[in-house]
């Protein structure tokens, strides 16, 4: 079967380092997104890896392991507006997004 | 700064009437999704469109639910009878296409409709 798993809410303190993690099954594999969604907008692209390692962009960066089926992002020096919800999404053998539930991400003072 | 277009941003309708959503993918983008996305969760493909063809459309209640991209630009979402579980966001993407020769697809997203059924 196609599944995502990610938890279901973190929270990290403004200024520290923060890791999301994500694991995946799917029916081939077309690359690893992540979005943020904000409360009541639309998802908005972060990244994407399709080979293993570290993909770094600015405070953020994704990691690939496709033999472990995982990834994660990691959101460096937090600031309050990085409070969101992240997705993490695979691509699979139909060029469709296979999407988690999302992790809500509080940023506290 | 080419963006997804989608209207109404908001809809309040009573369960048994039907309500239309619209959505205008980036100009030259072939592929146009339909998500559902209930609070809490992931978004749920509901029909995937390359140009004016239908591609995935398994997980649409078609005894309510009705898609259309009929010239393969704009595209139109029906819900008829609206039911109280249908009060979702309803988010339209755009990508570029089926990347034949690319695994690099990204989906961009409209700012979605939100709708409430009373």
């Known amino acids: 079967g196609q599944n995502i798993d990610q938890p279901t809410e973190m929270t990290a303190t403004e200024g520290a380092i923060v890791q999301i993690n994500c694991t995946y099954q799917?029916?081939?594999?077309?690359?690893l997104f992540w979005y943020q969604q904000h409360a009541g907008e639309a998802p908005t692209f972060l990244s994407y890896?399709?080979l293993d390692g570290l993909e770094e962009k600015g405070r953020f960066s994704s990691f690939l392991s496709r033999s472990k089926g995982y990834s994660y992002l990691l959101l460096k020096e937090l600031q309050m507006k990085d409070s969101a919800s992240y997705l993490c999404a695979a691509g699979d053998s139909n060029y469709q997004l296979i999407w988690g539930a999302g992790t809500k991400l509080i940023i506290k003072p | 700064e080419a963006e997804v277009a989608q209207s109404p941003r908001y809809k309040i309708t009573e369960k048994s009437q039907a309500v239309a959503f619209w959505c205008d993918p980036i100009?030259?983008?072939?592929?146009l999704y339909w998500y559902r996305q209930i609070l809490g969760q992931g978004p749920e493909l509901l029909v995937q469109f390359q140009d004016e063809s239908v591609v995935d459309d398994s997980q649409l209640p078609k005894d309510r639910f009705s898609a259309e991209r009929l010239k393969g630009v704009d595209s139109t979402l029906k819900i008829q009878p609206a039911e109280l579980g249908d009060s979702a966001m309803y988010l339209c993407a755009s990508s570029p296409g089926l990347a034949e020769t690319s695994s690099y697809n990204e989906q961009f997203f409209g700012p979605g409709t939100r709708l409430t059924v009373l």
């Open positions: 890896n399709v």
């Open positions: 100009s030259g983008h072939a592929t």
């Open positions: 799917t029916s081939g594999f077309n690359g």
